[in-house]
């Protein structure tokens, strides 16, 4: 098992950034691939951002291609979105996922993650 603590949220303003983080427990953080998603008021919670835990193959939703970074350094056992030039449609809570038995790929569905974080805050205002 892993357990997962995200950090980095706030307030920001539009065209802003922020690096959001997200900090994995147990000695085990390399065997999983990670991800990031995001879920606004009202909505379905969707796919962000994506890691593989080998090679470091990125996976990006189109509105965020450009803008958003992930990466991960396992001996730190943390994984970083970098979140550039924000825009209000940006605004949600960003949650941090994790699975394992994946070495070269990272999946963007929902189901397919089977450990979360419980999330932090990001505003953008206009």
């Known amino acids: 098992q892993v357990q997962l603590v995200e950090s980095g949220g706030g307030l920001v303003q539009a065209g802003g950034s922020l690096r959001l983080s997200c900090a994995a427990s147990?000695?085990?953080?390399?065997?999983?691939?990670m991800a990031w998603f995001r879920q606004a008021p009202g909505k379905e919670r969707d796919f962000v951002a994506a890691?593989?835990?080998?090679?470091?193959?990125?996976y990006y939703t189109d509105s965020v291609k450009g803008r958003f970074t992930i990466s991960r350094d396992n001996a730190k056992n943390t994984v970083h979105l970098q979140m550039n030039s924000l825009k209000p449609e940006d605004t949600a809570v960003y949650y941090c996922?994790?699975?394992?038995?994946?070495?070269?790929?990272?999946?963007?569905?929902?189901?397919?993650?089977?450990?979360w974080g419980q999330g932090t805050q990001v505003t953008v205002s206009s």
């Open positions: 890691i593989s835990r080998i090679g470091g193959s990125t």
């Open positions: 996922a994790a699975v394992g038995g994946l070495d070269f790929s990272a999946p963007t569905g929902r189901s397919e993650y089977d450990y």
């Open positions: 147990g000695r085990t953080f390399g065997t999983y691939a």
